[in-house]
């Protein structure tokens, strides 16, 4: 049986997987994640992220986060609870979206326990189902840009503010599955922040052409 967390096809492949009947997929469950910001973080890494919608599945194995600890001053939550950072509040496993440069969204997994805020950016993804489909949402990507970077990941599964608060371990349009096999997971400092930019708080797999950042930072 093919594994639908099997390796996306070369960048220069022109074939692409199918999508995966929903039963090859176990979605996480919410004990699954620990409270922990950074474990979460370093958790998602190789985890699938899922986009059901009528267009269809399309779905993205996670190989990049960063963790965005409560105080921190690179956080949406650092200056306290607002409309539109509630959801980073709220308890861990819920996606939290926003709009960012007035062009796109980004998708993270709240982390920590009701009234905390933190959360974890998913940074980058490799396709793994509904690639025509992430194709059509962006058509001057290359295979292997899909997904690499988080708003070109939020673009391809179509995520939206129509999505932010959703529960991601329960049944809906946007869920996170669990992946298959061991990890090397690689650790750097975050990319695109001014502030505690130092903290060594991204993760990625290592050796993954999906990845995004500089090279000097996924060895």
């Known amino acids: 049986m093919t594994s639908p967390l099997a390796r996306a096809p070369n960048p220069r ?10 039963g090859r997929l176990r979605r996480l469950r919410i004990r699954d994640l620990p409270y922990d910001t950074v474990e979460l973080a370093r958790l998602l890494i190789g ?9 269809g599945r399309a779905a993205a194995r996670i190989v990049e986060t960063e963790a965005y ?10 200056r306290g609870e607002t409309e539109r950072n509630r959801t980073l509040f709220g308890r861990r496993g819920l996606a939290y979206v926003y709009f960012i440069y007035g062009c796109y969204f980004c998708i993270n997994v709240s ?38 970077g988080p ?5 391809a599964l179509a995520v939206t503010r129509l999505h932010d608060a959703l529960d991601l371990c329960a049944p809906g349009p946007l869920w996170l599955a669990a992946g298959a096999g ?8 975050r990319i695109g922040v ?17 990845v995004s950042g500089p090279a000097a930072l996924n060895r």
């Open 13 to 22: 492949s022109t074939s692409q997987p199918d999508a995966p009947p929903a």
């Open 47 to 55: 985890t699938v992220l899922v986009s059901d919608s009528p267009d």
């Open 69 to 78: 600890l409560p105080g921190d001053a690179a956080s949406h939550a650092f």
């Open 111 to 148: 982390s920590e326990r009701a009234g905390i805020g933190a959360g974890v950016l998913i940074r980058a993804g490799e396709p793994v189902a509904g690639v025509a489909l992430m194709r059509s949402r962006r058509p001057r990507a290359t295979p292997r840009d899909l997904c690499r």
């Open 151 to 155: 708003g070109r990941l939020a673009t």
């Open 182 to 189: 061991a990890i090397d997971a690689g650790t750097s400092v």
């Open 194 to 210: 001014t502030k505690e930019a130092d903290r060594p708080l991204r993760f990625f797999e290592r050796g993954c052409p999906y």
